[in-house]
């Protein structure tokens, strides 16, 4: 990497921020607005438990490999990969900042794209395992009735499956792309059986993917706590839970305006009042969103300069 290139992503990152920032500024005074009138100490541990997040995102992508990561690194990396995520589609800028972080460890790009597929993986399952656990043991906890339109597309649907179908049958046709796609498919099952033979990488890369979410649930919980709703925080962590995996396929940077519609819809659908519940998602997104964009993007910067990725 050139060092005129490196230099350009040193920078990158805080004029993304600026342009973002400046795009979403009423939703940013709205929040901080708010942030007068919520009590403080729930709102100092759900930032408490933001910080974990990370922790728990690092032990997910530790358990994923079978190297030993450099610790301090591994966890700035997540620190710097979540701002990334939040500038760029969902995904792509937490997954280029770690592909680049293992590289930089010595794995080979084979290697280093299984470890990525695995962790994501972890995620899917342990979000969505997450979230049906609760509704087995809460099945009232959320109407999901009330979140689906009332004329269900799904002629739409057969249309995009039938398209899907045909690239992906393409796709198969071409013996070159099938090569490619076989090669990868077996490093990464040989990537998997040896990271589970290994209890604790295996707890690590379940764990994390398991506490992940339910982290993420618990600050909603405390925001909600911080404007003294008495809805059932196991409600509120459904709530949560559904409408993060039905955005979960919108490319839009960070999930930023679906994931606060869908919060609001799903607040609303447990019962809270639609002006509170647009607090409560205003809050609680600009605690885990919007206050560690700005380090978040200086650590990327900062880790870009000192070739950490």
């Known amino acids: 990497m050139t060092v005129t290139i490196r230099r350009v992503l040193c920078v990158l990152p805080l004029l993304l921020v600026t342009v973002v920032a400046v795009r979403q500024r009423a939703v940013l005074s709205q929040g901080f607005g708010l942030l007068a009138t919520a009590r403080r100490p729930w709102l100092l541990a759900a930032a408490g438990l933001t910080c974990l997040t990370w922790v728990a995102a690092a032990c997910t992508r530790q358990g994923a490999v079978l190297e030993r990561l450099p610790g301090r690194r591994l966890l700035a990396t997540q620190f710097a990969a979540g701002a990334a995520n939040h500038l760029l589609p969902t995904g792509l800028g937490a997954s280029a900042v770690n592909l680049r972080f293992m590289a930089v460890c010595g794995l080979s790009p084979a290697r280093s794209s299984a470890a990525l597929a695995l962790y994501l993986l972890a995620e899917c399952v342990g979000r969505v395992g997450l979230l049906g656990a609760l509704l087995v043991v809460f099945p009232d906890a959320l109407p999901f009735g009330s979140l689906l339109p009332?004329?269900?597309?799904?002629?739409?649907?057969?249309?995009?499956?039938?398209?899907?179908?045909?690239?992906?049958?393409?796709?198969?046709?071409?013996?070159?792309?099938?090569?490619?796609?076989?090669?990868?498919?077996r490093t990464a099952l040989g990537e998997a059986r040896s990271v589970h033979v290994r209890p604790a990488r295996a707890l690590a890369l379940w764990g994390g993917a398991l506490a992940f979410p339910a982290l993420q649930a618990g600050v909603l919980v405390l925001v909600a706590q911080a404007f003294g709703l008495s809805v059932p925080a196991a409600h509120l962590a459904v709530a949560y839970l559904a409408a993060t995996v039905a955005v979960a396929l919108v490319p839009t940077p960070g999930g930023i305006g679906s994931v606060e519609a869908a919060l609001v819809v799903a607040l609303v659908a447990v019962g809270v009042a639609a002006a509170v519940a647009t607090a409560v998602v205003l809050v609680f997104r600009l605690i885990t969103v919007w206050l560690p964009l700005l380090p978040g993007a200086v650590t990327l910067a900062a880790l870009v300069r000192l070739k950490v990725i």
């Open 150 to 185: 009332d004329e269900v597309p799904v002629g739409a649907f057969l249309v995009g499956g039938a398209v899907l179908a045909g690239v992906v049958g393409a796709l198969a046709s071409v013996r070159r792309v099938r090569t490619v796609v076989g090669g990868f498919l």
